[in-house]
């Protein structure tokens, strides 16, 4: 079986940004990996003390210089150290793509000793402090990369100065976010989680990844406030860094799940850090923030406070005053600013990036390893997962079952009914409009992924192998008409099952596969249904096709 094999390098300390932002990325190629029925081999490289959160990949975790670094140990000792042990792992993979994130040289100074080990180098060069990033280290160090991804948009490209002749490996791929919005749970059903009382607000309040050394501090003097009204139920984003003490009162919850951007759409206001991630998770989610910036070494959140503000999207905490606080709760609280915040934000492009970084990451590892996917069949399933993971088509997909699974249905059913040159057609249309940024036609999912759903889900509820399912399909889709046979047959089986419970329904199809005629095997099914409305089905063995109650 073909396999991508990409190794993440994840440099943290006191943040979670760098290794959220990869997983975002990571989780997306591996599903348009699985359409492709192509094996996922990802490994992730990380310094972050919350490895934790990359639980569904195998990680390889470094000691972070804030835990290492003391009397005891140099940062020149556990540099030394660092280096040995990741140049054994990546030696040992040897990816097929080596992916970096914010600091090009490494943590080290070690990423010109590892390209070597790897066939291909992609970097994701986000925002940082304009003198680092216009600093001789980082720009020399860009030219060591096949590929520069930047997860902003291309009107703020004057924050990341790059080399002209290094322009043309640059793309842009827009905010990153690790929401998934098909994913988020309503309202009702949070309030349902956590317990709220009628008429009682949900206040979420966060330090993002919890590792800032004034986290504890801010949180204390931010619940003081707003869990002083018992009005308020106070949900507490404590991060998977946090090492301070908990709060625990009758109307205040400690939260500690890596995904809690689940719950945020059930949020009426929040309190947050301005990090990378938490910021792009609930301007997605539409809650009405305010945020306060904390001071990191490279990343600049006080910039980005002040440009999102100035969009309307959000507040910005003026300081940590008991009375500066409820001023900025009540204004959040207010129904008419806080809804005029939401409007603004309904009307903010989704954050998509983690699907385009996907998509050209996968690009590249396509060129660095040949016979690892089809490159030019990212394209359609890239565009169609964008509407996938949107609201546009979650009333349409609540209870789908999962992506790929659908995708790769579709994929079977496109070979089987559409001429090549339809099928060649559309992956040149969706390369076309991929490129020139346009992620869909519109806001719908077309007939063939609708059809893939159906099946998929009743493959899931019969127990079917997807094989015998498609053998018994072609052999019926050769007796229909060909136009679009798939929708007659869909209108067959939903008949069956309204008349079957689903173990008879499966022996059904079983007993229909030993008509080996196509037509034979399509009018069996058509004479079995107009004879279920005459007699009771009970009464018939299914397992023997010769005794159904049918003409020959």
């Given amino acids: 079986m073909p396999t991508a094999r990409i190794l993440f390098y994840a440099i943290n300390g006191t943040g979670l940004g760098h290794l959220s932002r990869l997983l975002a990325i990571a989780r997306q190629a591996r599903e348009l990996l699985a359409c492709q029925g192509v ?73 010109v000793f590892l390209r070597d080990y790897a066939k291909a180098t992609l970097f994701i060069d986000r925002r940082k402090d304009r003198e680092q990033a216009a600093g001789k280290i980082h720009q020399s160090h860009l030219a060591l990369y096949d590929r520069i991804l930047v997860p902003d948009e291309p009107a703020n490209a004057a924050f990341y100065p790059i080399p002209r002749e290094l322009e043309a490996r640059r793309r842009f791929i827009g905010p990153v976010s690790g929401m998934r919005p098909n994913a988020c749970l309503a309202v009702d059903a949070v309030r349902r989680v956590f317990g709220a009382a009628e008429g009682q607000r949900l206040i979420y309040i966060s330090a993002g990844g919890g590792g800032d050394r004034e986290a504890e501090h801010h949180l204390n003097q931010l619940l003081d406030v707003a869990a002083a009204d018992p009005a308020n139920l106070c949900i ?205 036609d519109d806001d719908r999912l077309d007939d063939e992924m609708l059809w893939a759903v159906w099946i998929t889900t009743l493959c899931d509820n019969l127990a079917f192998e997807p094989g015998f399912m498609r053998k018994l399909l072609a052999r019926l889709f050769k007796a229909c008409p060909p136009d679009r046979p798939f929708h007659s047959i869909r209108g067959l089986l939903d008949q069956l099952g309204h008349h079957f419970d689903p173990t008879t329904q499966a022996t059904i199809l079983r007993a229909l596969l030993s008509f080996e005629n196509p037509r034979t095997c399509l009018a069996a099914l058509n004479q079995l249904l107009a004879a279920a409305d005459q007699e009771p089905p009970h009464l018939w063995d299914f397992l023997q096709p010769a005794s159904w109650p049918i003409q020959s």
């Fill in 236 to 440: 507490v984003g404590y991060g998977p860094l946090f090492r301070g003490q908990r709060r625990y009162t009758r109307n205040t919850i400690a939260l500690a799940e890596t995904e809690a951007w689940r719950y945020f759409r059930g949020w009426d206001a929040a309190f947050s850090a301005g990090g990378y991630n938490s910021y792009q998770e609930l301007l997605a989610a539409g809650v009405p923030t305010c945020f306060f910036a904390q001071q990191k070494g490279m990343d600049r959140q006080d910039e980005r406070l002040a440009e999102g503000a100035a969009k309307g999207w959000h507040s910005v905490l003026a300081g940590f005053d008991p009375h500066l606080i409820q001023d900025a709760l009540q204004q959040l609280l207010d129904p008419d600013r806080s809804q005029a915040i939401r409007d603004r934000l309904a009307q903010r492009p989704l954050a998509g990036g983690a699907l385009r970084g996907a998509v050209e990451l996968l690009e590249l590892q396509a060129f660095a390893a040949p016979n690892s996917l089809d490159a030019a069949a990212l394209y359609p399933a890239a565009r169609t997962l964008s509407n996938w993971l949107s609201d546009r088509s979650r009333p349409v997909l609540a209870t789908a079952p999962a992506f790929a699974k659908v995708w790769q249905w579709r994929a079977w059913l496109m070979k089987t009914c559409v001429p090549p040159i339809g099928r060649f057609d559309e992956a040149d249309q969706a390369r076309l409009l991929w490129q020139t940024g346009k992620a869909a």
């Fill in 39 to 111: 094996e996922s081999d990802f490994h992730f490289l990380t310094t972050s003390e919350a490895a934790e959160t990359a639980w569904d990949f195998p990680v390889y975790k470094l000691p972070s210089k804030t835990v290492a670094v003391g009397p005891a140990v140099s940062a020149r000792q556990h540099a030394s150290r660092c280096k040995l042990m990741i140049s054994n792992i990546v030696a040992g993979i040897r990816p097929d793509l080596l992916v970096m994130d914010t600091q090009p040289q490494g943590a080290y100074q070690e990423f």
